[in-house]
């Protein structure tokens, strides 16, 4: 019969293995979010670990970058499905974008595109993201929340531009890209006069996705 005693050594380990995978990413973040071209030694400085204990979980820094994008890319994924379950259309489509903004998920991912190859998952998961976040476009619109010419590109420049606003203090960081988003929401929300210009094309911006050479 096994001892009982004998599994609680291994669910510590996990345990700090996944301590030490949590402190490593946040470290990644930070380094790459200051510099995307700094060496993943920085990262090891950063996070206070050996490199050879980060060697253990990333093949290197290609490796790494793919994590930290497709993380944000999860989370983009879960505030959207978590704001398809709103029942008021344009309380769905604000709510997803405020999850998003809190969450900081384009800070990085502008960053780094074109640092890495993406994998097809990512491929898989960035059309689910895409298709969700045009169906609460749609569902905005359809209600006559939303006004026409708005398209979900769009929604992606309005996310990227919340993103830019940052300053030393994370609480002002937050309070301030809050008010921008509610400043952009009441400009959503008007539906005259007409926006400037054509809209931003689907796969317009995919060309920062594409590695030099």
């Known amino acids: 019969m096994p001892n009982p005693t004998d599994t609680p050594p291994l669910a510590g380990r996990r ?16 380094v790459f979010l200051a510099d995307p071209k700094a060496p ?7 996070a ?11 093949a290197g820094k290609e490796d790494l970058l793919r994590r930290l994008c497709h993380d944000g890319l999860r989370r983009f994924i879960e505030a959207a499905e978590e704001a398809a379950g709103d029942p008021d259309d344009w309380s ?8 998003v903004v809190d969450a900081d998920v ?3 991912t502008v ?12 491929g898989r998961d960035a059309a689910r ?35 830019a606003i940052r300053v030393p203090d994370p609480e002002r960081t937050r309070q301030l890209r809050r008010r921008q988003l509610a400043l952009l929401l009441a400009g959503l929300a008007v539906t005259d006069p007409p926006l400037p210009g054509p809209p931003p094309a689907a796969g317009e911006f995919d060309w920062r996705w594409r590695r030099p050479g």
Request: aromatic fraction near 6%; glycine fraction near 8%; hydrophobic fraction near 50%.
């Open 15 to 30: 345990a700090q293995a996944a301590r030490n995978d949590a402190v490593i990413l946040e470290a990644a973040r930070a």
């Open 40 to 46: 993943i030694a920085a990262v090891a400085e950063r």
């Open 48 to 58: 206070g670990v050996g490199i050879s204990a980060l060697y253990r979980r990333y």
């Open 92 to 99: 769905a489509f604000a709510g997803f974008l405020e999850r």
């Open 106 to 108: 384009h800070s990085l």
């Open 111 to 122: 960053h780094l595109a074109g640092t890495f190859t993406p994998t097809p998952e990512m």
């Open 129 to 163: 993201a895409n298709e969700l976040t045009a169906a609460l476009v749609e569902r905005a619109r359809r209600a006559g929340r939303l006004r026409p010419d708005v398209v979900v590109q769009d929604v992606g420049l309005l996310l990227e531009g919340c993103a």
